[in-house]
């Protein structure tokens, strides 16, 4: 049997971070989608005036907007999770399918505005 009396070695010094602020930069993509949030709850808001002008179909702005507002709060939490950790490991990816979500949404949203604007008469 053979006994080695080596020096102990020092523990490695942890590594520098990957990134310098590694909550903030999720926690400003988190805030961006907290506006957008609020965003879509004035836009209902002020989809609600045009109610007695264009009638009824405008209830269907409404609900859009509603629906995507209630979307993004209800997946906020995930995507900042997935955000954080995502900065904390070097490897984070985007979050394209929430991105094309909201956009297709805000397309929609100001297409059928155009048509209400344009298309339907205005009720005295």
């Not at 590594?15 to 709850?41: C, F, K, N, V, Y």
């Not at 609900?63 to 997946?75: E, F, K, N, P, Q």
């Not at 906020?76 to 954080?84: H, I, M, P």
């Amino acid at each position: 049997m053979h006994i080695s009396f080596r020096r102990r070695l020092e523990p490695k010094p942890a590594p520098p971070p990957l990134h310098e602020d590694p909550g903030l930069q999720p926690e400003r993509t988190s805030l961006a989608w907290g506006r957008t949030l609020l965003t879509m709850i004035t836009v209902s808001a002020l989809f609600l005036r045009w109610m007695p002008y264009h009638g009824a179909f405008v209830a269907v702005l409404v609900a859009l907007s509603l629906a995507t507002a209630l979307g993004i709060w209800t997946t906020q939490q995930r995507r900042y999770t997935r955000s954080a950790s995502g900065v904390k490991s070097g490897r984070i990816q985007a979050d394209a399918l929430s991105v094309l979500w909201l956009g297709a949404s805000v397309f929609v949203l100001g297409v059928l505005g155009l048509y209400t604007v344009i298309s339907l008469p205005i009720s005295s």
